[in-house]
């Protein structure tokens, strides 16, 4: 198991766990790239994972070049050293790709947990869309998400014998942590939220940190928030702040002095969970939140002008709303005084799984 991000480590989490469960039939060991360091060390200390092999290749200003190059080359010794039969990559970061590629150089069997997730445009997002495409190309295994998952493999002639429709294993890892914090978890972070999050109000939970979106997408987000928060003094805006200083500066600029506007550091896992539960609407340009919030019965608006998860734009539980200041606006408006509008979206129907994703594809495997 490869991963090297937070949102990658999330959806790998129930996955490790389930295949540890099958020591005698299956020897397996995790390592880390930590393309991200610090939120996927938190990840990891949740879900109660250690690695077994640690790159540690995060660097200050990294850029895509040199991590591929660097995930490529020191992916080596490890597989020399453990010889997989089967490289299980996720979804569409550059650990992805580039540990697909040194998968494939050593002769291991792919196997690609969320395959097959499209928007048909190299550049958006950039660089997913291309890494999730390459990984593709070299995939033995394909454990896609949703049946138009499935279909899009299909239409790039992958054999449908080696694509398994599984749910999305995100949702296992929603619904092992939602039952972890409500038996007692104790956690420092989520103390702090209880200090700041006013019970009278209705929380918008805010999050963004798409590339695509740096410069005048991010500014037209924030003009948009600026507008909500003056117009609704009802509602607490909660923006948990991508340390990208192309998040952080016009972030800060423009909704740092609104009283009802609280600019946070990025929340661990669990507790950006458990404010997940706690919001009455979330707006987002992240594709993991479109994922879990139908499960918890959250409308979301997405800042992004393509999704590759239409589904849940079908479903009616997301709707792309871009950078598009009036459009954030008024959709938000609508969500806050249209009781209607709000429980059509809010409805508890996920097209993404029911949380035995990871089960399948141990099953698959076992079977194979």
């Known amino acids: 198991m490869v991963f090297g991000t937070r949102p990658e480590a999330i959806k790998m989490a129930p996955l490790v766990k389930a ?12 390592c880390i790239t930590a393309q991200h360091r610090e939120m996927l060390d938190q990840v990891l200390e949740f879900f109660d994972i250690t690695p077994d092999y640690d790159l540690d290749l995060m660097k200050p200003n990294q850029n895509l070049y040199s991590l591929t190059a660097d995930i490529i080359t020191e992916l080596k010794p490890v597989l020399e050293d453990f010889k997989p039969d089967f490289v299980y ?35 958006s997002p950039f660089p997913e869309e291309m890494n999730r495409s390459v990984t593709g190309v070299v995939t033995n295994h394909h454990f ?10 299909i239409k790039e002639n992958n054999n449908e014998k080696n694509i398994l429709v599984t749910g999305n294993t995100v949702i296992d890892a929603l619904l092992f942590s939602v039952n972890k914090i409500g038996n007692n978890y104790s956690d420092a972070e989520i103390s702090e939220l209880m200090k700041i999050l006013d019970p009278n109000q209705k929380i918008i939970l805010v999050t963004g940190h798409r590339r695509e979106n740096h410069g005048q997408g991010f500014i037209n987000i924030c003009e948009a928030l600026k507008s909500i928060a003056l117009q609704h003094p009802e509602c607490q805006i909660i923006y948990p702040v991508h340390l990208n200083p192309n998040v952080q500066k016009p972030v800060y600029k423009l909704l740092a002095d609104l009283e009802n506007v609280k ?15 706690k919001a009455y609407l979330i707006i987002t340009d992240s594709g993991g939140v479109q994922e879990e919030a139908p499960s918890l019965g959250k409308p979301v608006l997405v800042m992004r002008d ?7 734009v079908e479903a009616g539980t997301v709707l ?6 009036y459009k ?28 035995k994703a990871s089960d399948r594809i141990v099953e698959y495997i076992k079977q194979l």
Not at 144 to 153: D, F, G, Q, V, Y
Request: charged share 20%; aromatic share 8%.
């Open 19 to 30: 295949f540890l469960k099958q020591d005698g039939v299956f020897e397996t060991r995790v």
């Open 89 to 123: 990559v996720h979804g569409d970061t550059t650990t992805t790709m580039a540990a697909s590629i040194a998968a494939f150089y050593c002769g291991a069997k792919i196997c690609h947990v969320e395959a097959g997730l499209r928007t048909f445009n190299m550049r």
């Open 144 to 153: 896609a998400p949703t049946m138009r998952s499935k279909e899009n493999l």
């Open 263 to 277: 600019l946070i550091k990025p929340l661990s896992y669990p507790a950006f969970v458990w404010l997940m539960e």
């Open 306 to 312: 393509t999704t590759e998860r239409p589904e849940a």
């Open 320 to 325: 792309l709303v871009g950078t598009d200041v």
């Open 328 to 355: 954030i606006i008024n959709e938000t408006n609508k969500l806050l005084s249209d009781v209607s509008s709000y429980e059509s979206m809010s409805k508890l129907h996920n097209p993404y799984g029911d949380g």
